[in-house]
């Protein structure tokens, strides 16, 4: 079974990838959903994140996201704290996941694949690029933030131009290409 990455920047369109390739009838795993899942629901996870951030980061057993969010933003070592506690549940769960799929191909949608050093589980890796002020633009409509807040996280993130040395494939969405004719060419160079 191949494992087939999807990266790009906050903003770059992975989930509309990713939905085409669902549409397809490729499974994909979306790292960022299932990571806020195993947040709420691993019991080893949940004792771990207490422990390090306080018991105030669960009120009522749900994960109380703004003190989350308080302790890590703008913070390099507490981040850290957070993403050596998630990222290597997460990458359990995935392989967990991963064995249980029939195809020959599997996907792995993650905005940090080479930032948490998830590509060591890939075997190819697709960006979706975009321009930037798309990118702001999206964000900032789709999160109801502000541009700053949106290049904030851009800059917690490596460049297009890193992840792209180190792509097999690019995707890029700025409403110009067509996605389905860039993904169903990538789907038969993948299944050759």
């Known amino acids: 079974m191949d494992i087939v990455g999807i990266t790009g ?8 990838i990713s939905k085409l390739l669902i549409a ?21 996870v949940i004792k771990e994140l207490q422990l390090e951030f306080g018991e105030n980061t669960y009120i009522n057993d749900q994960l109380n996201k703004q003190h989350l ?12 704290a ?25 996907f792995l949608e993650t905005a940090i694949l080479f930032e948490s050093g998830f590509n ?10 975009a321009p930037l002020d798309i990118r702001i633009e999206r964000v900032v409509r789709r999160d109801q933030c502000t541009q700053e807040q949106v290049m904030q996280r851009i800059a917690q993130q490596w460049t297009e131009e890193a992840k792209a040395l180190k792509s097999d494939f690019i995707i890029v969405n700025d409403g110009l290409h ?5 993904t169903e060419k990538i789907i038969s160079e993948l299944t050759q």
């Open 178 to 182: 067509s996605l389905i004719k860039q």
């Open 120 to 129: 060591s589980e890939t075997h190819k890796v697709i960006l979706v690029t």
């Open 9 to 16: 920047g906050i903003g770059s369109g992975k989930s509309v």
């Open 82 to 106: 957070l993403n050596a506690i998630v990222h290597p549940a997460v990458k359990r769960h995935f392989q967990a996941w991963a064995t249980q799929q029939s195809g020959s191909v599997v």
């Open 24 to 44: 397809m009838g490729y499974p994909v795993y979306d790292s960022d959903v299932e990571a806020k899942k195993i947040m709420q629901s691993d019991l080893v």
């Open 69 to 80: 969010a308080s302790e890590v933003f703008g913070n390099p070592e507490r981040l850290q």
